[in-house]
């Protein structure tokens, strides 16, 4: 079993930067495609970012696209979320998922088998 755990949110003003990562345990995620979600109040969890397991293929929501880059580091146990010219609608609690299906970057949160418990990140204006 995979366990998860996010660091890197913060508190911040719009147009800076912030990385997010994921680091696992308890498994290698070189075997699974990972993603980043994130849930504002009241919102439902939307997909951000996902990469496959080689880290050959990766996915961006719309609305980051341009500004956040997934990355990982497999030999560290680690997923990045680099995420450039915040803007207050990026304020949320961000997840890290691992999905099974390593040549994935699907952007349904029903695909991933494990999550982490979440990283706040705020964005003032």
């Known amino acids: 079993q995979v366990q998860l755990v996010e660091s890197g949110g913060g508190l911040v003003q719009t147009g800076v930067s912030l990385r997010l990562s994921c680091a696992a345990s308890?498994?290698?995620?070189?075997?699974?495609?990972m993603g980043w979600f994130r849930q504002a109040p009241g919102k439902e969890r939307e997909f951000v970012a996902a990469?496959?397991?080689?880290?050959?293929?990766?996915s961006y929501a719309d609305s980051v696209k341009g500004r956040f880059t997934i990355s990982r580091d497999n030999a560290k146990n680690t997923v990045y979320l680099q995420m450039d010219s915040l803007k207050p609608e990026d304020t949320a609690l961000y997840y890290c998922?691992?999905?099974?299906?390593?040549?994935?970057?699907?952007?349904?949160?029903?695909?991933?088998?494990?999550w982490g418990q979440g990283t706040q990140v705020t964005v003032s204006s």
């Open positions: 998922a691992a999905n099974a299906a390593p040549l994935s970057t699907s952007r349904d949160l029903k695909r991933y088998n494990y």
């Open positions: 308890g498994g290698t995620i070189s075997a699974y495609a």
């Open positions: 990469i496959s397991a080689g880290g050959g293929t990766t």
